[in-house]
């Protein structure tokens, strides 16, 4: 048995009860034997016959007993045991105590304390009956009632009982204490589980909902993206869900937007799109149509988008003539406002070309190439808006034609090198020019001005200016080879080119591959390159230069940015000056006088100088006078290798 429940409190005012019941309760052997020998001589003194039997059989249970000889006392020995957390498991209580309150009263206020402690009233004879005590004490299975004098093994089976059932009780309030305090547990565990999964589940749907925002929406302008306007152009002309009967594709571009990036850098290039983007939405929100948004972010979204660079498309709820003009114009206008950043007003332009389902086709890609045509005819004018047009489409549709023939170009042989020679002040030929010529099956010979442009918008320049330098560089193999071994080559390679990642690469290889010596080789930038120029492409010249190859700068005009950009570059940089700055100076002193100034200044930087466009020997005696490199028709005009072979033996006797 528990030790706690084998605390027991005895109330009545009668000590010689609490003497009986002690004995009868103290039930070790030793205790036992002398209370039952006291008992047998009182009972021979007084001729009363006992009930007990010396046989009895001694249950060895020791109890915590406990007196109280008044009701309050007993009420209060309750509150404190209750309150020290070592109650009692059963009080014996007799009912008449005077002068105090007695048992019943006693009872009741005990009960309102510690309700789940069991108890036997103890009378001989009582002032209430059976029906009374229960009146006022309810029916409780708390409560049991025993007569004096006590049968001795009725009172140990009684306490035995009733401590047991106390226990019993109290294991069990514990034991589901102690599941409630293990559900409690269990329930704050889930709890913190169920909201770390939620938070979870929250930051994961979060995550996904961004991934899909930026699979679908454009990082810098949060307009929708090349994805998604690809993805719509299935829906917009074969779905039910796209519900309009009409609509126009705009293909918007804005006008010049390398020279912001190039003369103001990449931060201000992308303020100006995001700004610009903003005006775009501000006015053609109205109008758009509304698509499904695939990144789940709302039901719908406006059909404006950003495919790349500076090219916006939008699909505008409007198919006649002039309302998508007039649409198309109040854009211009508004984008044609100054835009403010960083310090500078900035003011720019848009070309806009149109395309009109299902007046122009039904299917969405031949509408977005139409636009594409479109915007191809307007941005021979900056400013302007154009409708798809076919006759006007010849041009464009010529352009992509001749994009399908430079694929074959390189393949087919069809790029040839032509040479012009640059000779020094004394007229001596010290070097050659590489000259692109593409050798058309049908249109003949094209100028670079001709397809240069179409190679760099179909990215088909790096393999194109490759085969370029091979074939210069192959030839002047053979220069070498036929005694002009002092010869260098001037190549010429566009930004996109010098911006290749394998740029340095290609160059090395290149001339490791003909086995010719990097001083040989000068290649030229084309114009505007130093206005772009960065700590990174210095880096791309020194580790070029570091090994010999040499570079020309072109078309610096009075732009103060590429003077700076000059001071930077190594010393054995030519800068070229085209023939703008030498047309003029035979007759215009103004003109002669700030050409030599301009050569001095660039001298004076110990660089090199290379002036082409010299046309006459008047402007070649002007020049003759400074240290330079001379390039014109006054000395031959560009030609394939064979025949500038030929020319090259002529002008070196000129010059002996």
């Not at 260098?488 to 290749?500: P, S």
Request: proline share 3%; aromatic share 10%.
């Amino acid at each position: 048995m528990d030790e706690r429940s084998k605390k027991v409190l005895i109330v009545d005012d009668n000590r010689d009860i609490h003497e009986d019941i002690k004995y009868i309760l103290d039930s070790s052997a030793s205790a036992m034997i002398d209370y039952q020998e006291t008992k047998l001589l009182k009972d021979e003194l007084f001729g009363e016959e006992s009930d007990l039997v010396k046989h009895d059989i001694i249950v060895d249970i020791k109890y915590r007993i406990e007196d109280a000889y008044q009701g309050q006392d007993a009420v209060k020995m309750v509150e404190s045991a209750r309150n020290s957390g070592d109650p009692y498991s059963v009080i014996f209580m007799d009912v008449r105590m005077p002068p105090g309150i007695d048992g019943i009263q006693a009872i009741e206020q005990i009960w309102k304390i510690d309700h789940d402690v069991e108890i036997v009233i103890c009378t001989a004879y009582s002032d209430y009956s059976w029906d009374q005590i229960i009146s006022k004490l309810g029916q409780n299975d708390n409560l049991l009632f025993i007569r004096k004098p006590f049968d001795s093994v009725s009172l140990k089976q009684i306490t035995l009982a009733m401590a047991t059932k106390w226990n019993l009780k109290r294991q069990i309030a514990e034991h589901i204490e102690n599941l409630e305090q293990q559900v409690e547990k269990r329930t704050q565990e889930l709890t913190v589980l169920v909201e770390k999964l939620t938070a979870e589940i929250f930051l994961r749907e979060e995550k996904e909902k961004q991934l899909a925002h930026s699979a679908y929406y454009d990082s810098l302008t949060d307009l929708l993206n090349r994805r998604s306007f690809y993805s719509s152009l299935p829906i917009i002309t074969n779905s039910d869900s796209f519900d309009y009967d009409e609509f126009s594709i705009f293909f918007i571009d804005i006008d010049d937007f390398k020279n912001i990036n190039d003369v103001m850098g990449h931060d201000v290039g992308d303020r100006l799109l995001i700004e610009t983007a903003g005006r775009i939405k501000e006015v053609l929100g109205e109008n758009a149509c509304a698509i499904s948004d695939f990144a789940g972010r709302d039901a719908d979204a406006k059909a404006i988008y950003r495919l790349g660079g500076d090219e916006f498309t939008a699909i505008i709820n409007a198919a006649g003539k002039e309302k998508t003009a007039k649409i198309a114009q109040n854009l211009i206008n508004r984008v044609k406002r100054p835009f403010f950043i960083s310090g500078f007003e900035i003011n720019v332009s848009c070309c806009i070309g149109i395309s009109t389902y299902p007046q122009d086709s039904n299917s969405a890609e031949v509408l977005l190439k139409y636009a594409d045509i479109a915007l191809y005819e307007a941005k021979k004018t900056n400013g302007v808006y154009r409708h798809y047009d076919n006759p006007e489409s010849i041009s464009f549709m010529n352009e992509l034609q001749m994009e399908n023939d430079l694929k074959k170009a390189v393949s087919k042989e069809q790029i040839d090198v032509y040479f012009q020679c640059l000779v020094n002040s004394q007229d001596e030929p010290i070097g050659v020019q590489a000259l692109a010529r593409w050798l058309h099956p049908e249109l003949g010979m094209l100028q670079p001005n001709q397809f240069i442009h179409i190679a760099e918008k179909s990215d088909q320049i790096i393999s194109l200016g490759t085969c370029i330098l091979r074939n210069s560089i192959k030839h002047l193999k053979t220069l070498h080879n036929s005694g002009y071994d002092k010869f260098f080559v001037l190549v010429n390679c566009t930004t996109k080119q010098f911006y290749n990642p394998d740029f340095v690469n290609i160059i090395k290889s290149t001339l490791q591959e003909a086995d010719m010596n990097p001083a040989f080789l000068k290649l030229g930038l084309e114009e505007k390159f130093p206005l772009q120029a960065t700590s990174a492409s210095l880096a791309v010249i020194k580790e070029l230069n570091d090994i010999g190859v040499q570079f020309t700068l072109n078309g610096f005009e009075n732009e103060y940015p590429a003077f700076v950009f000059l001071q930077q570059v190594p010393k054995d940089t030519i800068v070229k000056l085209n023939k703008d700055y030498v047309k003029n100076i035979v007759d215009d002193v103004k003109n002669r006088n700030f050409l030599l100034a301009l050569m001095d200044i660039i001298k004076s930087w110990d660089l090199n100088i290379i002036i082409s466009g010299i046309e006459t020997k008047q402007q070649k005696e002007i020049l003759s006078a400074k240290e330079c490199i001379l390039q014109g028709y006054h000395y031959n005009v560009p030609k394939p290798f064979k025949l500038f072979m030929e020319d090259l033996k002529s002008i070196k006797r000129k010059s002996d």
